[in-house]
Structures are given as C-alpha cells and as structure tokens.
C-alpha cells in the first residue's frame, strides 16, 4: 500500500502561483510513477502531468503545458506540482496518484494503483 497525502491548495488570484506537494508512504516512492489529475464540479477527472520514478521524463496537459511544472524528490518522498500563470479554469480538486508502471508516463487514470484524498485550488478572475 501506498499512502498519499496532497497539501498547498487554496485560493489565488488569476495570474498568481500554488505549489502543490503530495508526500507518499507506505512502499519505495520510486518504485512509482507519480501523476496529477484535477476534477473540476461536474467534470470528468482529467490528467494534468506525470513523471516517471526518476523524474528523467514528464509529460503534460496541453492546457497546462508552459505553465505547471511537475517534479520529485525521492529523498523526501514527495512530488510537487508549481503552477504559474493560474487561469480560472484551473479551479478544481487536483490528486496526486501512484503508477507501479514506474518508467512510463500515462494520462489514464485506470494506469494508477494509488491516489491521495484531492486538495482544492480555486482561481479567482
């Protein structure tokens, strides 16, 4: 079992910048692919970014691309999303999510085994 806990949502201003952090216990962190998703009210739960166990390879949402950056510490057991440049439409419940398919980067949420309990990051305009 993976444990995973996210942490620095909140309220922004459009235009301003969260970082969010999602620390994992439980089994080896790098044994894992990590991801993030966001589910905004009424929407589908939608992929946002990934990385794989080594943080040598990330992918990312076309709407995002530019302007969230993802990455890991796997001293720490901890990933990160910086998010830059945040536009109302990035409100949502964002999950950090665990992926055994450790050396790929998948935007199916069906891909990962393990997801924390969703911190909410609100923009307003």
């Known amino acids: 079992q993976v444990q995973l806990v996210e942490s620095g949502g909140g309220l922004v201003q459009a235009g301003g910048s969260l970082r969010l952090s999602c620390a994992a216990s439980?089994?080896?962190?790098?044994?894992?692919?990590m991801g993030w998703f966001r589910q905004a009210p009424g929407k589908e739960r939608e992929f946002v970014s990934a990385i794989t166990w080594s943080g040598g390879s990330t992918n990312y949402a076309d709407s995002v691309k530019g302007r969230f950056t993802i990455s890991r510490d796997n001293a720490k057991n901890t990933v990160y999303l910086q998010m830059n440049t945040l536009k109302p439409e990035d409100t949502a419940v964002y999950y950090c999510?665990?992926?055994?398919?450790?050396?790929?980067?998948?935007?199916?949420?069906?891909?990962?085994?393990?997801w924390g309990q969703g911190t909410q990051v609100t923009v307003s305009s």
């Open positions: 999510a665990a992926s055994r398919f450790a050396r790929f980067l998948s935007e199916d949420f069906r891909n990962y085994d393990y």
């Open positions: 439980g089994r080896t962190f790098s044994d894992y692919a």
